[in-house]
């Protein structure tokens, strides 16, 4: 079964570098989720998707944005690139939205992750 | 605000015995779910199990259960017959909340 897809799956960034993280969600799941685990931290929550719209922000800086395509696709978009950036990026998709503004279960399912590193 | 706790960082327990890991959330939802996720050393992110606030039969999948406490704001995850394969940072979830993490290892 076809998964949710990242790219690339390594980065490696020099600080005030900009970066751009790919994510394709499974084919018929409308909904992507950004995550950033730190070294040693549970992941964190930043922003999601829900057609083609922002659904939900988390702890996203500034510096970071991000949008979903036509094709679902996503991509974030890191400038100002901080040493403290360096962490495994993770991306979700699901069909509809997961959360207390759903009215069903709607499982999400990872990607592979990024691993960003920042020199 | 939602949060979600995990106080266990480290636990190990005997292949083929059973442990159970904690968590405890906050929220003022009525009806939610709650995931536990498995992140092996690959780090890949694994759904393990999942419940329904809305439904009292705690969830149970295989050699992993749930034991859901509504009121306590409780769910914990049971392993039975624990497997090496099993090793693994384990993550509590609530909405897209995650809990610290309790790192297991199922010992020979």
């Known amino acids: 079964a076809a998964g949710v897809i990242q790219s690339p799956r390594h980065l490696i960034k020099e600080k005030r570098e900009t970066a751009t993280l790919k994510c394709y969600p499974i084919?018929?799941?409308?909904?992507v989720y950004w995550y950033q685990q730190g070294p040693g931290q549970d992941p964190q929550f930043l922003i999601s998707?829900?057609?083609?719209?922002?659904?939900d922000k988390g702890s996203i800086p500034d510096r970071f944005s991000a949008q979903q395509f036509s094709d679902y696709h996503s991509e974030l978009n890191m400038s100002s690139l901080e040493l403290g950036d360096s962490a495994l990026y993770f991306c979700?998709?699901?069909?509809?939205?997961?959360?207390?503004?759903?009215?069903?279960?709607?499982?999400?399912?990872f990607g592979p992750g990024t691993r960003l590193t920042v020199l | 605000a939602q949060t979600v706790t995990q106080s266990q960082p480290e636990m190990s327990v005997q292949e083929a015995e059973t442990v159970t890991l904690s968590c405890t959330y906050d929220?003022?939802?009525?009806?939610?779910?709650l995931f536990w996720y498995k992140q092996p050393p690959s780090r890949q992110m694994i759904l393990v199990i999942r419940?329904?606030?809305?439904?009292?039969q705690n969830a149970t999948e295989n050699r992993f259960s749930v034991n859901f406490q509504k009121a306590a704001k409780s769910f914990s995850l049971k392993i039975s017959d624990s497997q090496l394969g099993d090793t693994a940072m384990y993550f509590c979830?609530?909405?897209?909340?995650f809990g610290a993490g309790t790192r297991l290892t199922v010992k020979p």
């Open positions: 998707f829900y057609e083609k719209m922002q659904s």
């Open positions: 979830a609530f909405d897209m909340r």
């Open positions: 084919p018929r799941h409308d909904t």
């Open positions: 419940q329904e606030a809305y439904k009292q």
């Open positions: 979700a998709s699901s069909v509809g939205l997961a959360g207390p503004a759903s009215s069903s279960y709607n499982e999400q399912f």
């Open positions: 929220t003022s939802e009525s009806n939610y779910y």
